[in-house]
């Protein structure tokens, strides 16, 4: 029989994890299905605060809930958009003043990503009663006049702060504002970053510092939001097939950034935008603007050739149609996830993909060359040298990331030898560490191994499969 103490102690400990953990059954963004970061012993000054935690020797604890956790992200995705419109159009205001060609394309630029997020509000708007967890369903029962009031939300960007608002209702953020940031991106953030790089290139020698900087800032800003919205893109790509009861690594909920492939994938985008933006804006101060669209084009025609031999024309008209407009998308970067497929792609749709990265490859490495002959033979400014030889490295250092981004998928999405992917040596392993959670440090929580069970509020180490309570005298030490 316990003691009367015992069982004050027990009682004490089941009311302050049942509060503690309220809000448990969601999953913490950075270190998902784990319990909290960052415990400390109580220390010497506890007792002169006065607080009720105090007293009950519950102190020093540094817990962050889900729900905060999500807030920061969301803002932080908010901001970078915000921030992304907000330097483009301050750039071509800049336009306006010094240049009218370059301000129509800015412009142009522009009206065509602000079409593209009015169409995805009109058709994907969030319903008002969205529940948390639901699969994406398209609204077809608005009536015009709310599918037009819609269409403006999203032409003057006012739709994302809807999604926005609907994420926090729910705890998650809404299918329409993940892909609603997807096409922004791509539409947006990859076209103008390169174009006012060839601009901050073209005129390096007459721009003052201040505009150089306005400039840098915006094109660092395009890249980073870009780099980041594919990233969140395969978390939730991932995060959808398991509502939907498939999960395509055994035994990982959720992928996260904080781990070996989250920190792989995160260098791998960066690497990838970054050097595909440098390199072609660097083509384009070497000769001229078209010098740029025949990169592009050379890239697109050559991976509709490569797919269309191995198709051997065995796909209809349509499909060829609609496959090579796909395809445009790709020309920035790889947008498609890694660890996932999209609706309706099959294994072997996935491998016309592998293509994409042939003729990029090819289409980069012609550019470095033609960087490196200009390098060595000739002199030329400070800006054109670090960027062409940052974007030169960022190539060079993305190859391995992609192979190791490749290899840890083979038993999820690239599971057929084609083409350059074989088993010789890209051999088919069980990678499921690669996909969990680093350990912060030995003052935290081991995020790993320790999960919280709400149904019983009971801490299970599954390192060792045991179920327990971890305490230190009168102070639970998690």
């Not at 096409?183 to 390096?204: R, T, V, W």
Request: net charge positive; with cysteine.
């Amino acid at each position: 029989m316990k003691s009367i103490d015992e069982l004050i102690k027990e009682d004490i400990k089941k009311k302050y994890l049942k509060e503690k953990f309220r809000n448990i059954e969601k999953n913490i963004n950075c270190c998902p299905n784990k319990i909290l970061c960052c415990f400390t012993k109580c220390c010497k000054h506890c007792s002169k605060c006065g607080c009720k935690c105090c007293k009950n020797h519950f102190c020093c604890n540094c817990y962050i809930s889900y729900y905060c956790f999500f807030v920061l992200s969301l803002l932080m995705s908010l901001s970078l958009h915000i921030f992304d419109v907000g330097s483009d159009i301050f750039v071509l205001i800049d336009l306006y003043t010094k240049d009218i060609y370059f301000f129509s394309t800015c412009l142009g630029i522009i009206i065509l990503s602000f079409l593209a997020g009015s169409i995805i509000s009109c058709f994907g708007q969030t319903k008002p009663d969205v529940r948390p967890g639901e699969l994406f369903n398209n609204t077809t029962d608005k009536s015009k006049c709310k599918r037009i009031f819609d269409l403006f939300l999203g032409f003057f960007q006012l739709g994302i702060f809807v999604e926005a608002y609907y994420s926090l209702k729910i705890g998650e953020k809404t299918h329409t504002f993940v892909w609603s940031r997807v096409i922004e991106g791509l539409l947006e953030s990859c076209p103008q970053s390169l174009f006012q790089l060839f601009i901050a290139l073209k005129g390096a020698d007459t721009f003052t510092i201040l505009d150089m900087s306005r400039y840098y800032v915006s094109i660092g800003i395009s890249l980073l939001n870009l780099s980041m919205v594919l990233i969140t893109f395969e978390i939730y790509r991932y995060e959808y097939e398991r509502r939907k009861g498939y999960i395509p690594i055994e035994g990982i909920p959720k992928i996260i950034m904080f781990s070996p492939y989250g920190l792989v994938l995160t260098i791998y985008r960066l690497t990838e935008i970054s050097s595909r933006m440098g390199l072609l804006g660097c083509i384009g101060y070497m000769y001229n603007g078209y010098a740029i669209l025949m990169a592009l084009l050379f890239d697109y025609i050559l991976s509709i050739i490569l797919n269309y031999i191995y198709l051997k024309g065995k796909v209809s008209k349509g499909s060829l149609l609609f496959f090579a407009f796909s395809k445009i998308l790709f020309l920035p970067a790889y947008w498609k996830p890694f660890t996932t497929r999209l609706p309706g792609n099959t294994d072997k749709e996935y491998y016309y993909d592998i293509y994409h990265w042939f003729s990029k490859y090819l289409n980069n490495g012609i550019i470095s060359v033609l960087l490196v002959t200009k390098l060595i033979n000739d002199t030329n400014n400070l800006s054109f040298t670090i960027i062409s030889i940052s974007s030169i490295s960022c190539f060079i250092l993305n190859i391995p990331l992609l192979y190791f981004v490749i290899l840890w998928n083979r038993t999820t999405i690239f599971t057929l030898d084609f083409f350059y992917i074989r088993k010789c040596w890209c051999p088919k392993r069980n990678n499921f560490n690669k996909f969990k959670p680093l350990v912060c440090c030995n003052h935290c929580c081991s995020f790993s191994n320790k999960i919280m069970d709400t149904s019983s509020n009971i801490i299970k180490d599954t390192s060792s499969n045991k179920i327990e309570i971890l305490s230190e005298e009168d102070n639970i030490v998690i």
